[in-house]
């Protein structure tokens, strides 16, 4: 059974005003009425509440946002030896090329997760979208000047947009569909995400060779970031006819007043979160640099062409894209959240050994590896949709991303760091790193299924009946409390572990950032 404190947690909600349209703002009984069926006029608690038809359309334009940025973000692995080569620069400097998208969205998705939460993400994905594709087309212009400080102002400009529009897509995918489907839905959108990202990998070598020219596969990229723009037109477009002019003169006085409650509720977040916060700290640097380095890995320890290398790295996208939205109705089925981790630290384990020290066929490896990046990723981010209030998971989803992207800003420069002190370049010493720190984030992972037993009563390893009926009564509490003016956080007190883990945040969020800027100018330690 859970303790009194996090019961009472679990159970209220934060003051969170309504979602105001023209409509809305009516006095016509008749429309407010209607409007309280259907579930779209109260807080974000309410959007679980939504019709059907709402909830796919709001599934189908959102899947389509990031493509783009997923596959430039890949093409830009999958050229590694090409820009080191074109680019003069050694493995330490590419990982500071690297690093420029994560390290600036060490900040900016806590930024955007707050903004989802107070002011939505109908026009807001537009402007991130503009952000994406003026990076990825600066990015483009440097690769053809052969400029790497024009490339590295190009993939900040970049990572800005790419963190925030993860963090919005998988915010508004947890809201809708918070009580129901959340697994699958998530699912769908960490599908398209490595589809577009395998693509990136796959095609951006072939592409440079048949066009002559390595700096077309980021021309292709560009592309690929003006299709987002336009989905994101349809996207913004549905939502303005279903809900009216969502920012009203009524909505920005009615957020002014909500700001300060957002600020203050993160140090009262509960302690499982930040274990999953450490946890994607851990596994989401070694999963992104894995994939970063995947495909000289492969070149350098199995001694294949670069072009043979990307096709056999690029397997390690398929498995996420096969299995994601099939574990996602398995996991709205039977649960198990916390348990599929542990499976996805194992998996990573072992296809660290066979590719740092066997000669076993490296599609083994990294197909061992894709397991692992589907399994992972899903159980934290529909785990944090359940755990934090509906009116808190953008600013919650905002901090996830953010301990994303500060372990990978880091990793990016040690891995390059470990490989140029490496005899002859290789991959040896990277995969010690990647073992011992899966190994720490497997014991992290065990502590959070004792902790979420203890005080959440199993919820994150319940199955269907029992946890759709527990999560439909605490969001029908949400709704409630928030027509009260209520605080979900209100009634938590802020305790020293709070601030332990805030932090211990900004330690790594400091790192980080003085690691980017020593080796971004040097090159070395200073």
């Known amino acids: 059974m859970a303790s009194n404190d996090e019961k009472t947690y679990l159970d209220t909600d934060t003051k969170k005003e309504p979602i105001v349209s023209a409509e809305d703002i009516s006095d016509d009984p008749q429309q407010q009425e209607q409007k309280q069926e259907h579930g779209l006029h109260e807080s974000d608690a309410a959007l679980a509440n939504a019709p059907w038809r709402y909830k796919l359309i709001a599934l189908a334009t959102a899947l389509m946002l990031p493509v783009g940025s997923h596959f430039s973000g890949a093409a830009l692995g999958a050229m590694k030896a090409s820009i080191k080569e074109n680019l003069m620069i050694d493995n330490t400097r590419y990982g500071v090329l690297s690093s ?72 508004l995918l947890s809201k809708w569909f918070r009580t129901k489907y ?85 140090l009262r977040f509960p302690p499982y979160f930040w274990l999953i916060l ?20 492969v070149q350098i320890h ?62 083994v490896g990294m197909i061992l590896y894709s397991f692992s990046l589907a399994f992972g990723p899903i159980s ?42 490496t005899y002859e370049g290789t991959y040896v010493g990277v995969m010690i790193v990647f073992l011992c720190l899966a190994a720490v984030g497997l014991l992290v992972i065990l502590w959070l299924w004792y902790t979420q037993y203890k005080y959440l009563g199993n919820l994150l ?6 946890r759709e009926q527990r999560m439909a009564e605490i969001n029908d509490k949400e709704v409630m409390m928030s027509k009260q003016g209520l605080d979900a956080m209100g009634e938590r007190t802020t305790r020293w572990y709070n601030y332990a883990f805030l932090g211990i945040f ?9 690691l980017f800027f020593v080796f971004s100018a040097t090159g070395n330690v200073a």
């Open 506 to 514: 900004a330690f790594f969020f400091i790192a980080a950032w003085v």
């Open 461 to 466: 390893e319940m199955s269907r009946k029992e």
């Open 100 to 171: 420029a998208v994560s390290i600036i969205n060490t900040v900016f998705p806590i930024v955007g997760g707050f903004f989802i939460d107070v002011c939505g993400t109908v026009w807001g994905t537009i402007v991130v979208n503009l952000m994406i594709f003026t990076g990825s087309l600066l990015t483009a212009i440097a690769a053809k000047i052969s400029s790497f400080s024009l490339m590295v102002v190009g993939q900040v400009v970049f990572g800005i947009g790419s963190g925030l529009i993860v963090t919005m897509q998988e915010s």
């Open 302 to 363: 199995f001694g294949t062409t670069q072009v043979v290398a990307g096709y056999k790295a690029s397997t390690s996208q398929i498995v996420p894209i096969v299995t994601t939205p099939v574990l996602g109705l398995f996991m709205d089925l039977f649960g198990r959240r916390v348990s599929v981790l542990i499976c996805s630290a194992a998996l990573f384990m072992i296809s660290c050994g066979l590719l740092g020290w066997t000669m076993v066929e490296p599609v």
């Open 380 to 421: 934290m981010i529909t785990s944090i949709g359940m755990i934090l209030p509906s009116d808190y998971i953008g600013t919650g989803l905002g901090l996830f991303k953010g301990s994303n992207n500060i372990g990978s800003s880091i990793l990016d420069i040690v891995v390059g760091l470990v490989q140029d002190n």
């Open 278 to 297: 450490f946890i994607e700290f851990v596994f989401a640097a070694v999963w992104t640099v894995h994939q970063s380095v995947a495909t000289e890995l």
């Open 182 to 266: 959340l697994a699958f839905a998530i699912g769908m959108q960490l599908s398209i995400s490595r589809l577009s990202t395998f693509l990136g990998t796959l095609v951006s070598n072939p592409i440079a060779i048949r066009m002559n020219d390595w700096v077309w596969a980021f021309w292709l990229a560009l592309t690929l970031c003006a299709f987002s723009i336009i989905m994101n037109i349809v996207y913004a477009l549905v939502l303005r006819h279903l809900q009216g002019n969502v920012m009203s003169k009524a909505e920005m006085l009615k957020i002014k007043a909500k700001k300060t409650v957002h600020v203050k509720s993160v």
